[in-house]
C-alpha cells in the first residue's frame, strides 16, 4: 500500500525535493495534498503532474484566482490544517518557511499523523507544545533538517541514558571567507550563494549570520528532549558529515553523506526502512580531506542571541524566530545592511516581556507583536 502524503509548502525548495523523491520511488508514495504560499502557477503544473485530491494557498487571492474546476483550492490557516486532518492522510511533510507551519503542523499531530519536519521554526517557537501534543495523542514526528536526521540516525538502537553529547555541524555559510570588516558591505546575492546547499533564500541567509545554527541547536533541544547546554557546534566546511553524537562509553557516531536534501527526506518517509534509490553514492577518496574547527562566536551575533532566546525560553524564541524573518526580508530588499540585522533582533528581544508558560494563542501574540517591532525598525532603518 502506498502512504499518502501531504506536502505544505511544495512550491518551495524542501517542498520540490521531496516531489523529486516521490518520482524516484515510483509507487510508495502516493501525494494526495499539496499546498503553498501563492505561487499557484508552480502549485498547478505539480498538481496536473501528480494529481492529488486537495490543494490549499494560503494566499486569499491567489486562491480565488486558482481555476482548476476539477480541483478547487482552499484557502487560508483553516484551509491547511483542513488538508493534513483528512483522515486518509498518512504522512505530512511541512515545508514552509517561518511561523506559518505551527498551527498545521499541531493540527497533523493531533490527528494522529506522521509529521516530518523541515519548517524547524515550528519547533524553536512552540516546543513544549509540541512534546505536549506528541505526549497525548498518536502523532509522531520525524526531522527533515540534514543535522537532525543525521543525529536521529546515530541515536537509533542505542539507549536513551547513554547520550552524553550531541554535535552538530556547521558549514560556516556563504560569507565564512569574508573578513568581519567587509560583511556591512555585503550583497544579498552575495549572501546567497551558499558553498554547498541549494535551499530557500531565507534558510541561506540564516546560515551566512549562522542564525540558523542556533536554530537548529533550538530544533534538537526539543527534537530529542535534551538540555541546551549537551548540544556542541562544529564547524566543518564540506557538509559530509551531517552530524554526530557522543556516547558516554566515549564512542562517537556520525552519519555520512553528500550534501543533498533528498537523502533526510527520503529517509524521514521510509523509515524505519531504507529504500533503494539512484541518489550519488559518497566517495570518500574523492572528497579527500574534512576539516573541523571552533565556531567564532564574536563573528557571529545571532548565533549567541538565537542560544540566549533559548535559554530564556517562553515566548521569547517566538520572537527571535519573527524579528529574524523581518530582519532577514529587510536586508533581502536592500532595506538594510547585513550587519544591521543583529541590533533589529536583539533591540526586539530587549522591549518583549516575557510570557514563561505560553500557549498557542500567546506564541503567535508574541510573534505578530515582535513583526510589528521589527517593522517599524525597519521603516526608521536609515536608507544606506
Ligand atoms: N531548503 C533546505 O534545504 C532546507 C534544509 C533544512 C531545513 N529547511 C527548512 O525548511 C523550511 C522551508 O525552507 P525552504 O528552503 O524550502 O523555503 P522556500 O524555498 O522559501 O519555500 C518556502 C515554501 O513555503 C511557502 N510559503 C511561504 N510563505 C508562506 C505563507 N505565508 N503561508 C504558506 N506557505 C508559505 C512557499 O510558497 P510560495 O512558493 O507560494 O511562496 C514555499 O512553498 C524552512 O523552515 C527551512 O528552515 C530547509
Not at 219 to 240: G, K, N, P, T, V
Not at 259 to 281: C, F, G, K, T
Request: charged content about 20%; glycine content about 8%.
Amino acid at each position: 500500500m502506498p502512504r499518502n502524503l501531504v506536502i505544505l509548502g511544495s512550491t518551495g525548495s524542501v517542498g520540490r525535493q521531496t516531489l523529486d523523491v516521490v518520482r524516484m520511488l515510483g509507487d510508495r508514495i502516493r501525494v494526495i495534498g499539496l499546498a503553498a504560499g501563492s505561487n499557484s502557477r508552480l502549485l498547478q503544473e505539480q498538481a496536473a503532474e501528480f494529481r492529488p485530491v486537495r490543494v490549499a494557498l494560503m494566499d486569499e487571492r491567489a486562491a480565488a484566482a486558482w481555476n482548476n474546476s476539477w480541483m478547487p483550492a482552499v484557502s487560508g490557516i483553516q484551509g491547511f490544517s483542513s488538508l493534513v486532518e483528512d483522515p486518509d492522510v498518512d504522512v505530512v511533510v511541512v515545508a514552509t518557511v517561518g511561523a506559518v507551519g505551527l498551527r498545521p503542523s499541531l493540527s497533523a499531530l493531533r490527528a494522529g499523523k506522521l509529521v516530518a519536519l523541515a519548517n524547524k521554526e515550528t519547533l524553536v517557537m512552540a516546543g513544549q507544545l509540541i512534546q505536549d501534543e506528541l505526549a497525548a495523542g498518536d502523532g509522531t514526528l520525524v526531522p527533515i533538517d540534514s543535522e537532525h536526521s543525521a543525529v536521529w540516525q546515530c541515536l537509533l538502537g542505542e539507549p536513551r541514558r547513554s547520550i552524553e553529547r550531541l554535535i552538530l555541524t556547521a558549514s560556516g555559510g556563504a560569507l565564512r571567507q569574508v573578513p568581519t570588516g567587509d560583511l556591512k558591505s555585503v550583497t544579498p546575492a552575495q549572501a546567497l550563494l551558499h558553498p554547498n546547499w541549494l535551499m530557500g533564500p531565507k534558510i541561506t541567509i540564516d546560515s551566512a549570520t549562522l542564525m540558523n545554527k542556533g536554530l537548529e541547536v533550538l530544533e534538537a533541544r526539543w527534537l530529542f528532549d535534551i538540555s541546551l547546554d549537551r548540544i556542541d557546534l562544529l564547524l566543518h566546511e564540506q557538509s559530509i558529515v551531517h552530524s554526530m553524537v557522543t556516547f558516554d562509553d566515549s564512542s562517537v557516531k556520525a552519519q555520512l553523506g553528500l550534501p543533498d536534501m533528498r537523502l533526510p527526506i527520503q529517509y524521514a518517509l521510509s523509515h524505519p526502512d531504507r529504500w533503494p534509490n539512484q541518489l550519488e553514492r559518497l566517495d570518500l577518496g574523492r572528497v579527500g580531506t574534512l576539516t573541523f574547527g571552533q565556531i567564532d562566536l564574536a563573528r557571529h551575533p545571532l548565533l549567541t542571541l538565537a542560544l540566549e532566546a533559548g535559554r530564556a525560553g517562553g515566548t521569547y524564541p517566538a520572537v527571535l524566530c519573527a524579528a529574524d524573518e523581518i530582519a532577514v526580508h529587510a536586508f533581502l530588499t536592500g532595506a538594510v545592511p547585513f550587519t544591521t540585522m543583529p541590533s533589529m533582533i536583539q533591540s526586539v528581544l530587549d522591549a518583549h516581556v516575557n510570557c514563561p508558560e505560553p500557549n498557542v494563542e500567546d506564541i503567535l501574540e508574541a510573534d505578530g507583536w515582535a513583526r510589528r517591532v521589527a517593522a517599524g525598525l525597519v521603516a526608521e532603518a536609515s536608507p544606506f
